[in-house]
């Protein structure tokens, strides 16, 4: 038989029209296989569902027939099983954008979360991924992905964060059925190469300088607490006298306050982290300083009369307002400047209250609860100078205490 078309099609006429049509035989069970002439191809079409208000079907191509009507089953069985049509077209940077707009941003994470998972895609996750098939997606792909990330230099939180997002999104594309399992499951965090972490704090000296400058400045109350306990800027920053109780001498830290990329305004919420929400007891000093505060900021409510938006608010701007935290920065430097220390920004004052507490002899377990660190071993990392220093001040107590009697009469330097 010669000019046969592949389909195995024969004439019939057509009652209508008096012509011959092309009719196309398909075996039982074959459904919707059929050749294409311009593609010589074999074809499907996989439906997706509803997509957009719109029914979603995609084409797939096949060499021959058997091939074709062998995807059509397998298809329609993962249909009578429950599973989805895996749509494998879509690539993983669009859902990446669906994820973060229709997912994280009415959520109610924190708007910084927000803005973070956004830059972890936009820099790091996209550039590097986004043209895959969501299908295609292996777990071996997502873990070099960060081994790369490791390799050049970035933070173990930097990474696990990384990890977060990638979970995360995989985790909805389950959900909504665009692949079948999350290859992100369980990704390992490389470790990362600890560059030195320089902490600027003052010395006991250098401190009590600044906190003489300051004592002219409406600020005095809030270098006080920085440089005791060790708060945060935004945290001190979203303090509220409703916070603060006089008679047990405590001070709650539950919100902060932050300016996020791409948010109008200041965005107040809850603290960094579960650790970070906790209670302070205070020193003697900071009480005292608190309650003169008091009484200097009443005064100054009074002055500004009408301009005053009261908030509650320990440590507010000028009328009552959140304080912006880069003013704190430009205040801070200035005073610095007049006391002829160089230049620092209030996380070291935060650095100083740790080192103080440690010379002071607080263990690092209380040290790492004043900080609101979620992990003893991030303030260990941290503060590693002084964890090397107490190390060898061990090792000599240790030489000390064992310290063996030589062959010169059985006594020691020292005893002799």
């Known amino acids: 038989m010669t000019g046969q078309d592949p389909r195995g099609d024969e004439d019939t006429p057509d009652e209508s029209t008096g012509r011959k049509k092309k009719q196309n035989r398909r075996a039982q069970g074959e459904g919707s296989v059929y050749w294409r002439e311009d593609r010589q191809r074999w074809v499907i079409e996989i439906d997706y569902g509803v997509v957009n208000g719109r029914r979603k ?10 091939e074709a009507i062998e995807e059509q089953r397998k298809a329609r069985q993962s249909k009578a099983d429950g599973l989805t049509t895996l749509d494998r077209r879509s690539r993983f ?10 997912i994280v941003d009415p959520s109610e994470r924190a708007e910084s979360t927000k803005s973070n998972y956004r830059v972890m895609v936009n820099n790091h996750i996209r550039p590097a991924l986004g043209s895959r098939r969501l299908v295609e997606l292996k777990h071996e792909d997502l873990q070099r992905f960060l081994n790369r990330k490791a390799a050049d230099g970035y933070s173990t939180s930097t990474m696990r964060t990384l990890r977060s997002v990638l979970r995360q999104a995989l985790n909805e594309a389950v959900i909504t059925e665009k692949i079948s399992r999350n290859v992100a499951e369980t990704l390992r965090v490389p470790k990362a190469r600890k560059p030195k972490r320089n902490v600027a704090a003052l010395s006991r000296d ?28 935004g945290e001190a920053l979203a303090l509220r006298w409703s916070d603060f109780d006089e008679s047990a001498g405590t001070l709650r830290v539950v919100r902060q306050v932050t300016r996020v990329s791409g948010v109008k305004g200041l965005v107040v ?22 309650q003169a505060h008091r009484t200097a900021q009443h005064a100054h409510r009074q002055a500004a009369g009408k301009r005053w938006k009261e908030n509650g608010l320990i440590f507010p701007s000028t009328v009552g307002t959140h304080m912006e935290p880069r003013g704190l920065n430009t205040h801070l430097s200035k005073l610095c400047q007049r006391a002829g220390l160089p230049h620092l920004g209030p996380h070291a004052l935060r650095h100083t209250a740790a080192t103080m507490a440690y010379a002071l002899g607080v263990d ?12 003893l071993s991030t303030t260990m990392d941290i503060y590693v100078d002084l964890v090397d220093s107490v190390h060898r001040d061990a090792a000599s107590k240790l030489d000390a205490w064992f310290d063996e009697p030589d062959e010169d009469g059985g006594l020691s330097p020292a005893q002799r």
């Open 57 to 66: 079907r995609v084409p797939r191509y096949f060499r021959t027939q058997e």
């Open 93 to 102: 940077a669009d859902f990446l954008t669906y994820w973060l707009d229709e």
């Open 206 to 233: 250098d401190g009590l300088r600044l906190l003489a400058e300051a004592k002219s400045t409406r600020h005095y109350a809030l270098y006080v607490l920085l440089a005791m306990v060790g708060l945060r800027r």
């Open 269 to 290: 919420g809850p603290t960094k982290s579960q650790a970070g929400t906790r209670t302070l007891t205070l020193p003697t000093r900071c009480v005292r300083v608190l």
């Open 364 to 375: 690092w377990k209380q040290i790492q609860q004043m900080l609101g660190h979620t992990m």
